[in-house]
């Protein structure tokens, strides 16, 4: 599958009046780590974005199942590097209850992050809805 129909495939978006964040689950036989490591280039996230409402943010969530368990990771990236900082800060909260540990990259891009989802219980419909709060309260 390619980067755009990994990320198309359960795809939801939060919109406000000044920024457009998509979130999309990758399928349960890949992690956001390993999406990551089979981009050419960050043109092929762009891509996604430009064609999905001309998104400003990706959100990528994965699930893997082993021997301990789920595990799930979360992926980040913003169009416009002076998003990052301030998208990064808020999904990191602590009374979000994600329990967000970043990991290295391993390409040298400011504007994609990793982490480890430690709490496995929030769904990606959580999610969504931290992001629509986001995006609600983005202007002020």
Known sequence: MSVEDLLQKDLKMAVGSKIRIAVSSLPTDITCEEFINKLKTMKDIENFLQKNDNADAVIIL???????????????????????????????????????????????????KLFNQKNVQASSDEILSIMEQYVKNFDQ
Do not use: C
Not at 94 to 110: C, S, V, Y
């Open 62 to 112: 994965s699930v893997k199942n082993d021997n301990d368990g789920p595990s799930r990771q979360l992926g980040l990236f913003v169009q416009k590097f002076e998003y990052i900082n301030k998208l990064n800060s808020y999904i990191r909260q602590d009374t979000h209850g994600l329990d967000l540990q970043e990991r290295p990259i391993p390409i040298n891009q400011a504007r994609l």
